[in-house]
């Protein structure tokens, strides 16, 4: 599997190019397809109105297709008859097979070969085009014997089989130049129209052949006055009226050999009827090779442009993501060469622009003075801590080497001293370690009424002053460490009873969602400028005091960081001069 490139830049500027590239293709492709369809189009509705010209001209009209003047601009244009027959061409066409046969003419209404007449005459309103369904023309009056009467006026009407299997009704309708025979299909089931003064004919409804006398069975009246009768809803293609084209077009693609050379052509078929009945369908033909030549010119021209495009977006990708990711280039020197010199007072650069790089650069600094903050209250707790060992190591050495030269001189009660005073001060030095350690406290309940009525108690023989104790509403309980809590509140108590002038009080009450523990003194107090400074570890405000008198200066550091770690604050007050009054905030359990 190959590697994906290994710089930012050069992912940003493979993902944009493919990006444009599924673009470009997918808007090229649709811009050829619109312009193929625009194209084929306008070709196919140039072979419609050419289609229609030649089906309305009045030599077609007339059913002289050897006289029509057809276009000879490449233009392809044949005239095919209802039996398939090619009645006239152009020059492309001449002499050749129909090239299209899509669009069929309906069976004509005049039998080939018989005479017909050349101008709209009586013979044209006479006998009626065939309706949709195929019904055939019979005259409201005919007469026994079938002849025509002394004016000429009267039809005789005999009947015989279509080719097709159908009943065929002849015509005969006098004409300048004789008796012209139209044959008319007639429904093999019978279903005609009837005649009536409108020009419908009546046909029978139940199946049997239809009515000569044209009453109303089934038929309806035609009020068109062009003698068909109504749509009998077959679904068969009705021919147009009577010297009339047809208002339907069918458009077909058709790949033809003309003059020799074979591509597309687009197609238009247009039916049309003479004045004396006859169906037949134009065939119009506009050549695509242009169309095509332009289709493949702009395929051509996007292809070839593609590439350049590509590389252009790929080149001002590069540029912009260089320019955008410079910044995090300087982060990422600058980082370099504060852990290679583990300098942690020097800065990132914080671009000005205010977006997501000048955020990271401020949070990284931000990370980076906490680190410095970490390290520096590190380096103060060993120095402290070696001072603060310092001083009982030397006093238990000095004890030692006096025991050793006079054993008499051994006093044993500052030796225990010392001891004790080291092991607390293990004791909180190894508490602070976990601390900073980011050592979770354990999810236990504690009720700190039970908590520091046991505290209280166990510490009552050794107390200056007994507190005083006083426990106001119920459900006094916290979750967390019970061991740390106690730490808490010893290390309260320790810091009371050593300024206490008197009186040392205690009491746990509820406000709102927290238990408040309060730990109050009569002694001097805090002044208000040290209230955050004497939380702070190896701390003492009254630096003129004998070290073995007052503690290490861990006491109030060590209670403050366990109440923090359990979601809490402590905070002191009180009137400078009137004792000083600690107040834990915790949690309370619901």
Known sequence: MPRPPATVRARAALAATV??????????????????????????????????????????????????????????????????????AG??????????????????????????????????SAVPSPSRSGAAFVPSSPSASGTADATGTTAHANGRTGASGGVLAAVHVPVPNGIARIAAPVDDHGRGRGSDDHGGSGGSDDGRSGDPTGDDHGGGDDHSGNGGGEDS???????????????DVQRRTI???????????????????????????????ISLEEEQATLDQVTKSLLTGLPFLLAV???????VTRR?????????????????????SRRVPEPRSGDEIARLARTTNQTLAALEGSIERQHRLIADASHELRSPIANLRTQLEVAEAHPELLDTHGLVQDVVR?????????????????????????????????????????????????????????????????????????????HAAGAVEVSVAVEGDVVVLTVGDDGPGVAPEDRERVFERFVRLDEARSRDAGGAGL??????????????????????????VFRARLPRVK
Not at 69 to 77: A, C, F, I, Q, T
Not at 257 to 283: E, L, P
Not at 555 to 578: E, F, K, N, Q, Y
């Open 19 to 88: 990006v444009v590239c599924l673009a470009l293709v997918v808007a090229g492709f649709g811009v050829v397809t619109v312009l193929r369809h625009n194209l084929t189009g306008r070709a196919g509705l140039e072979a419609e109105v050419t289609a229609r010209t030649v089906a309305g001209s009045q030599d077609a009209l007339n059913g002289r297709f050897d006289r029509l003047d057809l276009p000879e601009d490449g233009r392809v244009v044949q005239v095919v008859d209802s039996a398939g027959r090619v009645l006239g």
């Open 91 to 124: 020059a492309a066409l001449a002499g050749r097979a129909p090239v299209a046969d899509y669009a069929p003419a309906a069976y004509s209404t005049v039998a080939p070969g018989s005479a017909v007449s050349s101008t709209p005459t009586a013979a044209a």
């Open 233 to 247: 809803g077959t679904g068969a293609t009705s021919s147009p009226p009577r010297g009339k084209v047809g208002t």
């Open 255 to 285: 790949r033809a050999t003309v003059a020799g050379r074979t591509h597309d052509y687009s197609f238009a078929a247009v039916q049309g009827t003479t004045y004396d009945g006859r169906t037949y369908t134009v065939y119009a033909g």
């Open 313 to 319: 977006v790929a080149a001002v990708t590069w540029l």
């Open 324 to 344: 955008a990711l410079r910044p995090v280039e300087g982060i990422r020197a600058e980082m370099a060469e504060i852990t290679g010199s583990g300098d942690l």
């Open 422 to 498: 080291l092991q607390h001060l293990a004791i909180d030095l190894l508490l602070l370690a976990r601390l900073d350690a980011g050592e979770s406290p354990a999810d236990a309940r504690v009720d700190l009424a039970d908590l520091v009525l046991e505290e209280v108690a166990a510490r009552a023989a050794t107390d200056r002053f007994a507190p005083a104790v006083a426990l106001e509403g119920e459900s006094l309980a916290v979750t967390g460490s019970r061991t740390q809590l106690a730490r808490v509140l010893a290390n309260l108590l320790d810091n009371a009873q050593r």
């Open 555 to 580: 006491g109030l550091a060590i209670a403050r960081d366990v109440v923090l770690r359990h979601g809490g604050s402590l905070t002191v007050g009180g009137d400078p001069g009137r004792g000083a």
